[in-house]
């Protein structure tokens, strides 16, 4: 009787896939995915588009903090500069195809003006210099009228690619959760996370190449994001984004591919269904709806103290002793 996972060659070695009944397991997820836009509303359809673009904003973060344990508070300033570089590009008649990519290069090059002077900074230095940093692209954000729009913000047009026109959630949604998958899963195989876990160890030269991956995947997220909200402006961008993804990394687990996935779902999720639960309950507490805004943050740092204390490792390990189980059934080792 055949027992366990045997790999005769490299290739099937560094493969994606593990055994085949993870190839079906995926393929069934993917069905089930793109089956939302058939089956839900604007509403939902909206909250999965933002949480495909923090999934790629959380992958970057993951990379230089989860690989290097070097912390950036900058995700939020380097989401703006990927999308008022949309924007201002849409308004100049970019396709996607030009102005997302560019994005992420304009974004990268962002990160270069301020990761340089920073490029031997680490720890606690790092996280007060890319502070720094977001302060100053919020700024920019707000005087720099010719460009951004100042505080009034900026509209984007909508995507087009070969004449199609991705004009509301549901043809967003093919456009978005699509580049989340292409740009996530460069990442997610072994060869890539190998190499990044041997940057994360030879200098700073290959700290700062694993920084700008961080960046430019920030970017396109921002690129992503423009399309997606149609109008930024600086009230998009707060500190709390950064927060916000700092918080789906460690939920979700540090140096894992998968833990930004289901940590930048799980944060993003969390604040609805506690909208739909306090909309639910304000028929026996009518105050309670006021409460929504600190509640939210009362249930967002109660669940990082939560999962620093009994799940440290984050959801990535919790899903991997599910799947290890599984997998051993009906034996326990």
């Not at 593990?18 to 069934?28: D, G, H, K, N, S």
């Not at 089930?32 to 836009?37: E, H, Q, T």
Request: charged share 10%; glycine share 10%.
């Amino acid at each position: 009787m055949l027992c366990g996972e045997f790999h005769t060659t490299y290739a099937s070695d560094m493969g994606i896939f593990e055994t085949r009944r993870a190839r079906w397991v995926l393929i069934a997820f993917m069905v089930a995915l793109f089956s939302i836009p058939f089956v839900a509303g604007s509403y939902w359809l909206d909250v999965a588009n933002r949480a495909a673009i923090a999934v790629i904003a959380a992958t970057g973060l993951n990379i230089l903090t989860g690989f290097t344990g070097q912390i950036s508070l900058g995700n939020a300033a380097f989401l703006a500069v990927g999308a008022y570089t949309t924007a201002f590009l849409s308004s100049h008649g970019m396709p996607f195809l030009v102005a997302c990519p560019a994005s992420g290069i304009a974004t990268a090059l962002a990160g270069m003006v301020f990761g340089i002077p920073s490029l031997r900074l680490k720890g606690l230095y790092l996280a007060m210099a890319t502070l720094a940093a977001h302060f100053i692209v919020e700024f920019t954000a707000s005087h720099w009228e010719a460009v951004t729009g100042g505080v009034a913000g900026i509209s984007t047009a909508s995507p087009r690619i070969f004449g199609y026109d991705f004009s509301d959630d549901r043809r967003l949604f093919f456009l978005i959760v699509p580049a989340c998958i292409l740009l996530v899963s460069r990442y997610r195989r072994p060869a890539d996370g190998l190499l990044l876990g041997v940057a994360a160890g030879a200098g700073f030269a290959a700290l700062e190449t694993m920084g700008y991956a961080f960046v430019e995947l920030v970017g396109v997220a921002g690129s992503l994001l423009a399309y997606q909200a149609r109008i930024i402006s600086p009230e998009n961008f707060p500190l709390s984004v950064a927060i916000d993804h700092l918080g789906m990394i460690i939920i979700g687990g540090l140096g894992s591919v998968v833990g930004s996935i289901l940590g930048a779902v799980f944060l993003t999720l969390l604040p609805e269904v506690l909208r739909l639960t306090t909309s639910a309950l304000s028929g026996s507490f009518p105050h309670l709806v006021q409460l929504f805004t600190p509640l939210k943050l009362a249930v967002f740092g109660l669940t990082i103290v939560l999962f620093l204390v009994f799940e440290p490792d984050g959801l990535a390990d919790l899903w991997r002793r599910i799947r290890n189980w599984f997998r051993l059934y009906p034996f326990s080792y």
